[in-house]
């Protein structure tokens, strides 16, 4: 069984109002998946890789990716942040075709990602009806829950808890697989602090100011 280590404990959250009631449940219940898409920079953005890394019994399982084939071609700007070329994505699969294996990643109580709002309506316009879960944002969690740093960005938080040591070789900042396990490990740190659900789904501070709204 393919495991990714996990960091030191942290704490966790929700963009929903979070009210439940009756006995107070460890955030290892429910069952999650991180994700995290890469586009062509073109607007509205087509996705050109997209990564789905499943929390079970609050442990980080093993990654799916898949690279896309986009309708549209790559713009110098997205490749000059995540590496991505025309020709990398050229014998890719078109993303009508990896679909129903994206649905099924997604098959999940929770969803998990950072400055979520731009994960989740690129998926939501790609995959049409689907229905997007319960949504766990590490920028907001972060913000409410590790306060005063110095940056909430991915890449600071990252350097910040030292999240990406023992990653597998080859992954590089700014590729799904990467961005989507550090994201996982980031969590992880966030709801191990929080340890009860209803901690993790008090009321989020902030918004998502310090990531950029668009997506690459």
């Given at each position: 069984?393919?495991?990714?280590?996990?960091?030191?404990?942290?704490?966790?959250?929700?963009?929903?109002?979070?009210?439940?009631?009756?006995?107070?449940?460890?955030?290892?219940?429910?069952?999650?998946?991180?994700?995290?898409?890469?586009?062509?920079?073109?607007?509205?953005?087509?996705?050109?890789?997209?990564?789905?890394?499943?929390?079970?019994?609050?442990?980080?399982?093993?990654?799916?990716?898949?690279?896309?084939?986009?309708?549209?071609?790559?713009?110098?700007?997205?490749?000059?942040?995540?590496?991505?070329?025309?020709?990398?994505?050229?014998?890719?699969?078109?993303?009508?075709?990896?679909?129903?294996?994206?649905?099924?990643?997604?098959?999940?109580?929770?969803?998990?990602?950072?400055?979520?709002?731009?994960?989740?309506?690129?998926?939501?316009?790609?995959?049409?009806?689907?229905?997007?879960?319960?949504?766990?944002?590490?920028?907001?969690?972060?913000?409410?829950?590790?306060?005063?740093?110095?940056?909430?960005?991915?890449g600071s938080l990252?350097?910040?808890?030292?999240?990406?040591?023992?990653?597998?070789?080859?992954?590089?900042?700014?590729?799904?697989?990467?961005?989507?396990?550090?994201?996982?490990?980031?969590?992880?740190?966030?709801?191990?602090?929080?340890?009860?659900?209803?901690?993790?789904?008090?009321?989020?501070s902030g918004g998502?100011?310090?990531?950029?709204?668009?997506?690459?």
């Open positions: 069984m393919f495991v990714i280590p996990t960091t030191t404990g942290g704490m966790v959250g929700r963009t929903s109002d979070g009210r439940t009631a009756g006995k107070m449940a460890d955030w290892t219940n429910l069952r999650y998946v991180v994700v995290d898409v890469e586009g062509n920079g073109q607007q509205p953005p087509d996705l050109v890789e997209l990564a789905a890394v499943p929390i079970v019994g609050g442990v980080i399982r093993e990654p799916m990716s898949w690279l896309v084939k986009p309708p549209r071609p790559i713009e110098y700007f997205a490749t000059r942040i995540h590496g991505l070329t025309n020709n990398d994505v050229d014998d890719a699969p078109s993303f009508a075709a990896i679909s129903g294996q994206v649905l099924h990643s997604l098959n999940s109580p929770a969803l998990v990602a950072h400055n979520a709002h731009v994960d989740v309506g690129v998926l939501q316009r790609h995959l049409g009806e689907w229905e997007c879960p319960e949504v766990f944002d590490t920028l907001k969690l972060a913000k409410r829950l590790v306060p005063n740093q110095m940056s909430y960005k991915l990252v350097e910040a808890f030292k999240l990406a040591e023992g990653l597998p070789e080859g992954l590089s900042p700014h590729r799904a697989t990467y961005d989507a396990l550090v994201a996982a490990r980031l969590f992880v740190l966030l709801a191990t602090k929080a340890v009860a659900l209803e901690k993790l789904r008090g009321q989020n998502g100011k310090d990531e950029a709204p668009t997506l690459f």
